[in-house]
């Protein structure tokens, strides 16, 4: 059964660079025809949906996030990543690494990573 | 504010049959897109419950049902049970904004 972790820095300085990779288990991340998307949620509130990567390399971003975030895939090591440059304390939230399936649904989430920015 | 808009929050009995509607419009689900419903219960990360309006994916039991019509979708859970105590989110995708967007989330209370 497919599985996907988030990992990565729980803590970021405001101004810094918000990095977080998605391991995937139990599949490979370049078999079938899927998207891999990153997913965020600001405490209390709802989801945001951050960029999407395709195993070929191809991305499509959130277009207010676009100048700030980076969106990366390892076929080799089952694994995509996301960096988010600059962040401020708008960019607090639990992030979510999520596969996109062929009706462009999320079907397959990881568990979620809290990232907290602050001083 | 969202562009698919839910009402914020719901409640039912045990047994009951509940609706959430999905509010869009001309650039989301009246557009053609396709609507999504994830269940979440709170610290847990969402779970897929309909895929294309009206699809259930395996391991969903048959109470939950999805519909879509214009530029309004909704999902029904019949048969109410405690266990379905939790945050519902609509997702589409919006041509205007050319990105995947989520209604704000319903919260549903069992009584």
């Known amino acids: 059964q497919l599985q996907l972790q988030e990992s990565g820095s729980g803590l970021v300085k405001p101004s810094q660079t918000l990095s977080l990779t998605c391991a995937v288990s139990?599949?490979?991340?370049?078999?079938?025809?899927?998207?891999w998307s990153w997913i965020r949620q600001p405490p209390g509130k709802g989801l945001e949906w951050i960029a999407y990567?395709?195993?070929?390399?191809?991305?499509y971003y959130n277009p207010p996030l676009k100048s700030r975030v980076t969106i990366s895939i390892d076929n080799s090591r089952n694994h995509f990543s996301l960096n988010l440059t600059s962040v401020t304390a708008a960019d607090t939230a639990v992030y979510y690494c999520?596969?996109?399936?062929?009706?462009?649904?999320?079907?397959?989430w990881g568990q979620g990573t809290m990232v907290t920015v602050s001083s | 504010q969202s562009v698919l808009t839910q009402p914020p929050s719901m409640s039912g009995t045990p047994g009951q049959r509940v609706s959430i509607t999905c509010s869009g419009s001309?650039?989301?689900?009246?557009?053609?897109?396709?609507v999504h419903w994830y269940k979440q219960i709170p610290g847990k990360a969402p779970k897929l419950l309909i895929h294309?309006?009206?699809n259930r994916p395996s391991g969903v039991p048959d109470r939950f049902s999805g519909s879509k019509s214009g530029t309004s979708a909704s999902l029904a859970i019949t048969g109410l049970q405690a266990e379905d105590e939790a945050d519902y989110y609509c997702?589409?995708?919006?041509?205007?904004?050319?990105?995947?967007?989520f209604g704000g989330g319903t919260k549903l209370t069992v009584l």
């Open positions: 999520a596969r996109g399936n062929y009706m462009n649904a999320f079907d397959i």
């Open positions: 139990g599949g490979s991340i370049s078999s079938g025809d899927y998207s």
């Open positions: 990567i395709y195993q070929t390399g191809s991305s």
């Open positions: 001309r650039s989301n689900l009246g557009a053609g897109y396709d």
């Open positions: 294309g309006n009206s």
């Open positions: 997702q589409s995708y919006d041509m205007y904004l050319s990105r995947w967007v």
